[in-house]
């Protein structure tokens, strides 16, 4: 694997979760790091952990959503260290609510910090790689930037379009065999990213099984970054899901309907909440710990195997399905008149 040691890193997202263990585990290696987010005090305490881990750090608050922030990050990188190896486009949000019935503007914000807080990263980054003729640009992308989701449609446009980025960089800039542009796609975390999340559902919003450590995730990023790819699927066992969708994509479609009303969300009420869509999360409730998923990994796999036939069966005649929630799961309807302040 090759050596990282002294590679400037770049990582937006930087203040928890995924980006904080990518932090961490790139100060392992010996880089030198640049840190962006918006919780100033949550991004001090991630460059604390990597300055003990003996790292070179310095860190900025940045806001994606806005071009100047990005083109400062950039800036700030260089004059510290005079040349950026590694960009990570980590930063991004969700709102859990469905297309329709719910305020354009949540969906809008989601495209804003997923989709274009990335490309300003881009625009940022490529111009810095192009001078140098070298450096790796990772977009974290998910498991639905290539399949569907029900309940976070604009998280789901979103990454798709992350994909796109990453495809039309690579033609742009083939003429430079030593720019990376690699693209990595996670199944779910174990993060704050399901109670961080803007929610109109009116329940609480949990990871599916078998939620994967940020570390693992981290691991693979930094992995990237050593020997760069176009594509990683982590963990690699998702390809599998994305092949059988191929196969029979209305059947997975109707599977994951059903698996996720059953356990996405819990019977937990919970009111309407912009969550960090906006602004940074001040509830320490939310921004600490993870919520687990609602049932183990083998329940999981067992309720797979047990209803993948008979909605294959349903599909293939055309008949509709019984309610998704055998498990008594009541995913509350958005009203009209439900709006998310800011």
Same mark, same amino acid.
């Given at each position: 694997?090759?050596?990282?040691?002294?590679?400037?890193?770049?990582?937006?997202?930087?203040? @928890?979760?995924?980006?904080?263990?990518? #932090?961490? /585990?790139?100060?392992?290696?010996?880089? +030198?790091?640049? $840190? =962006?987010?918006?919780?100033?005090?949550?991004?001090?305490?991630?460059?604390?952990?990597?300055?003990?881990?003996?790292?070179?750090?310095?860190?900025?608050?940045?806001?994606?959503?806005?071009?100047?922030?990005?083109?400062?990050?950039?800036?700030?990188?260089?004059?510290?260290?005079?040349?950026?190896?590694?960009?990570?486009?980590?930063?991004?949000?969700?709102?859990?609510?469905?297309?329709?019935?719910?305020?354009?503007?949540?969906?809008?914000?989601?495209?804003?910090?997923?989709?274009?807080?990335?490309?300003?990263?881009?625009?940022?980054?490529?111009?810095?790689?192009?001078?140098?003729?070298?450096?790796?640009?990772?977009?974290?992308?998910?498991?639905?930037?290539?399949?569907?989701?029900?309940?976070?449609? @604009?998280?789901?446009?979103?990454?798709? #379009?992350? /994909?796109?980025?990453?495809?039309?960089? +690579?033609?742009? $800039? =083939?003429?430079?065999?030593?720019?990376?542009?690699?693209?990595?796609?996670?199944?779910?975390?174990?993060?704050?990213?399901?109670?961080?999340?803007?929610?109109?559902?009116?329940?609480?919003?949990?990871?599916?099984?078998?939620?994967?450590?940020?570390?693992?995730?981290?691991?693979?990023?930094?992995?990237?970054?050593?020997?760069?790819?176009?594509?990683?699927?982590?963990?690699?066992?998702a390809v599998l899901a994305l092949w059988l969708h191929e196969l029979f994509p209305r059947t997975v479609e109707r599977l994951i309907f059903h698996a996720l009303g059953n356990w996405h969300f819990s019977r937990m009420?919970?009111?309407?909440?912009?969550?960090?869509?906006?602004?940074?999360?001040?509830?320490?409730?939310?921004?600490?710990?993870?919520?687990?998923?609602l049932l183990s990994t083998p329940r999981f796999l067992v309720w797979l195997a047990r209803n993948f036939v008979p909605i294959m069966w349903a599909t293939s005649k055309g008949e509709s399905l019984p309610a998704a929630?055998?498990?008594?799961?009541?995913?509350?309807?958005?009203?009209?008149?439900?709006?998310?302040?800011?």
């Amino acid at each position: 694997m090759k050596d990282l040691s002294g590679k400037v890193v770049t990582i937006t997202g930087a203040s @928890s979760g995924l980006g904080r263990a990518t #932090a961490i /585990r790139f100060a392992a290696r010996g880089t +030198r790091l640049v $840190l =962006a987010a918006r919780r100033e005090d949550a991004l001090r305490e991630t460059a604390e952990i990597c300055r003990n881990a003996g790292a070179d750090v310095i860190y900025v608050v940045t806001d994606v959503t806005l071009e100047d922030d990005v083109r400062r990050l950039a800036d700030r990188a260089l004059a510290a260290f005079g040349r950026i190896d590694i960009w990570v486009n980590n930063a991004g949000v969700t709102c859990f609510a469905p297309l329709e019935g719910t305020p354009f503007d949540a969906h809008r914000r989601v495209i804003e910090t997923n989709l274009f807080g990335s490309m300003f990263g881009a625009r940022a980054a490529v111009p810095i790689f192009r001078r140098q003729r070298s450096g790796v640009l990772i977009n974290v992308g998910s498991i639905l930037s290539k399949i569907g989701q029900p309940f976070v449609p @604009s998280y789901a446009i979103s990454k798709f #379009a992350l /994909r796109g980025l990453s495809e039309a960089l +690579r033609a742009e $800039l =083939a003429d430079l065999p030593d720019v990376h542009i690699c693209s990595i796609y996670p199944y779910a975390m174990n993060t704050e990213h399901f109670q961080n999340g803007a929610n109109l559902m009116g329940v609480e919003a949990h990871a599916m099984p078998p939620a994967q450590s940020p570390g693992k995730v981290a691991e693979a990023i930094v992995a990237l970054a050593a020997r760069p790819r176009r594509e990683l699927h982590v963990p690699r066992s998702a390809v599998l899901a994305l092949w059988l969708h191929e196969l029979f994509p209305r059947t997975v479609e109707r599977l994951i309907f059903h698996a996720l009303g059953n356990w996405h969300f819990s019977r937990m009420p919970e009111p309407a909440t912009r969550g960090n869509l906006y602004a940074p999360n001040t509830d320490e409730a939310r921004v600490r710990g993870a919520r687990p998923p609602l049932l183990s990994t083998p329940r999981f796999l067992v309720w797979l195997a047990r209803n993948f036939v008979p909605i294959m069966w349903a599909t293939s005649k055309g008949e509709s399905l019984p309610a998704a929630n055998d498990q008594g799961v009541e995913v509350l309807p958005v009203s009209d008149e439900t709006r998310l302040a800011h």
